[in-house]
């Protein structure tokens, strides 16, 4: 057998998505020269993409024993502990590949992720602002810079740093739209607006720039279309936790604070339903309080990193409207909603729904954007970002109309977006009996 020629044929099928064929490629040759170095660390690599990361762990450990001298390897190890929970090895190899090769992009940007997610965010802007010189057309490495200055509000470069992302062309992991909406947020309408119109030329039926580019213009609508938010929250799924923590984002926290009060003295809830519930960043803060946690949201996506929480008893991909209709009469005994009816303008047929299968106690607990000043008609409004506010009028009514009534609120800075505190309400909403 030509080692050479069959190790160049399992990376041509690995990078051709043929990953039994790669897999029978670097075998044949790892059973010919057990410590052929490439093939060690090539086969490593495929076993943690196809979800194997341990057996990748212990391939590319082996390689770098073969050569210390190959920086892909390093870096590609680093990513292999940080998917293993190892994020103090997963460092010292990004530092190895960095040592070996000074100019290794990709090196500088999985570990310029890493050092924002530990908390050093300024050496993460330096990690990855050095990424960006070395490959400045990665438009993932300007959005993990983007998001970066944002956690830092530096609201400027956050804005240019976004452009670059649209302007390059994404990685298909990414979402124009996301970054779209977030010039708006900063202040930029009109280049935000420049690149939904561009992107929707390429695409003129998707929903998800037809909202955006609604919301820009002020045009009016009741909801966010269903197929929106499942796109929208699916392309950047992996991003979400690290954009929150940039906007400084508190509802899960303020949220689970009135879960504690509310339920402070009751027995355990049995049924517990989290509308919205994203990647589960509010699932372990209210557990304890849970006999039974059931997750529900439109995002595939999102609701994969909500099952790795392990919080939830179940997780359901449906709108939360039809969920609800779907359930028995006073079966649940505590529903909670983090920045998630912010999606939808009118929210009477959800509170209709909500009394309905709200127990006798029980209790939705859940935030809203106040629409402050805005005095909308209606008594929502869509915003530029693509979200909606209520006034505090419309929450009344719409409350009351539904048999139900507020039975506690306050106000509360949500999160930051531009230098700004976003102000919302946290309300408990229960029967008015009770």
């Known amino acids: 057998m ?43 690599l495929l076993m943690h993409q196809v979800g194997d990361t341990e057996k990748g762990i212990t391939a590319v450990r082996k390689s770098l024993a073969v050569n210390s001298e190959n920086a892909a390897a390093h870096c590609n190890l680093g990513s ?29 940007r999985n570990f310029g992720v890493l050092l924002r997610r530990i908390g050093k965010i300024n050496d993460a802007i330096e990690t990855l602002e050095q990424a960006a010189q070395l490959d400045g057309n990665n438009s993932d490495v300007w959005h993990n810079l983007g998001i970066s200055y944002l956690a830092t509000e530096r609201l400027d470069d956050a804005a240019e740093a976004f452009e670059k992302c649209v ?45 955006h580019i609604a919301s820009i213009k002020g045009e009016a609508s009741d909801k966010v279309p269903e197929e929106y938010v499942r796109i929208h929250f699916d392309s950047f799924s992996k991003s979400f936790d690290d954009a929150l923590h940039a906007l400084k984002y508190r509802a ?26 994203g990647t589960g960043l509010c699932g372990p803060l209210i557990s304890e309080h849970c006999e039974r946690l059931i997750g529900i949201d439109l995002s595939p996506k999102m609701l994969m990193k909500a099952a790795d929480v392990e ?92 048999g139900l009534s507020i039975a506690h609120n306050r106000e509360e800075v949500l999160r930051r977006e531009a230098k700004e505190d976003v102000k919302g309400l946290i309300l408990t909403i229960a029967h008015r009996e009770s």
């Not at 190790?7 to 043929?18: E, S, V, Y």
């Not at 292999?80 to 500088?108: F, N, Q, S, W």
Request: a negative charge; one cysteine or more; charged letters at 25%.
């Open 252 to 277: 899960p926290e303020l949220v689970a604070e009135d879960v504690a009060a509310w339920q402070n003295g009751k027995p355990t809830a049995k049924c517990v339903l989290d509308l919205g519930c």
């Open 167 to 211: 302007d390059q062309g994404l990685n298909p992991e990414l979402n124009a739209v996301w970054h779209a909406r977030t010039l708006c947020a900063l202040g930029r309408d009109q280049a935000a607006l420049r690149h939904l119109e561009r992107h929707l030329k390429k695409h003129p039926d998707d929903p998800v720039t037809l909202h």
């Open 311 to 402: 919080a939830y008893h179940e997780l359901h991909e449906e709108e939360l409207v039809r969920f609800l209709a779907a359930r028995e009469d006073g079966s649940v005994d505590l529903a909670i909603s983090a920045d998630t009816l912010n999606y939808l303008g009118d929210l009477s047929a959800l509170m209709t729904e909500m009394a309905r299968t709200l127990a006798p106690g029980g209790a939705l607990i859940a935030t809203f954007e106040d629409a402050g000043d805005a005095r909308p008609e209606t008594g929502y409004l869509l915003q530029n970002h693509g979200r909606y506010c209520h006034s505090r009028a419309y929450l009344h009514q719409v409350i009351s109309d539904a």
């Open 2 to 44: 030509n080692v050479s020629k069959r190790l160049k044929a399992g990376m041509t099928a690995h990078q051709k998505g043929r990953h039994v064929i790669a897999a029978e490629a670097y075998r044949s040759v790892l059973k010919v020269e057990p410590e052929n170095a490439d093939a060690l660390h090539f086969f490593g």
């Open 80 to 108: 292999m502990l940080l998917t293993a929970r190892k994020p103090g090895e997963a460092a010292e190899c990004y530092r190895a590949a960095i040592a070996v090769d000074p100019l290794h992009a990709e090196t500088y």
